[in-house]
């Protein structure tokens, strides 16, 4: 059974930091795009970042540009999400996707699997 689990979510205050993990197991991820996602109740699931099956090619929404990094590791079996300089609007549910294609995408609907997400909440 194809599983993606999210870790490292929690309240910080503004300016802070966060790791987030996405264990993957089931099946390899290594050829897998992987993404993050969030979302805030009342609105749909917004894009955050992606990263390609390499590692080679990350893509960022404009609001995370500059404070947010993707990784992953060599064997396909997680994925991370740093966030620094985090922002009150920030928080939101965030959650890791699987694509079983190759090509980076920012469409919720391209991702394959997903975790159950992670709170993240950031205090003023």
């Known amino acids: 059974q194809v599983q993606l689990v999210e870790s490292g979510g929690g309240l910080v205050q503004a300016g802070g930091s966060l790791r987030l993990s996405c264990a993957a197991s089931?099946?390899?991820?290594?050829?897998?795009?992987m993404g993050w996602f969030r979302q805030v109740p009342g609105k749909e699931r917004e894009f955050v970042a992606t990263i390609s099956w390499s590692g080679d090619n990350t893509y960022y929404a404009d609001s995370v540009k500059g404070r947010f990094t993707i990784s992953r590791d060599d064997v396909g079996t997680m994925a991370y999400l740093h966030m620094n300089s985090l922002k009150p609007e920030d928080t939101a549910v965030y959650y890791c996707?699987?694509?079983?294609?190759?090509?980076?995408?920012?469409?919720?609907?391209?991702?394959?699997?997903w975790g159950q997400g992670t709170q993240v909440t950031v205090s003023s």
């Open positions: 996707a699987a694509r079983t294609s190759a090509m980076p995408t920012m469409t919720v609907s391209s991702y394959n699997y």
């Open positions: 089931g099946r390899t991820f290594s050829s897998y795009v």
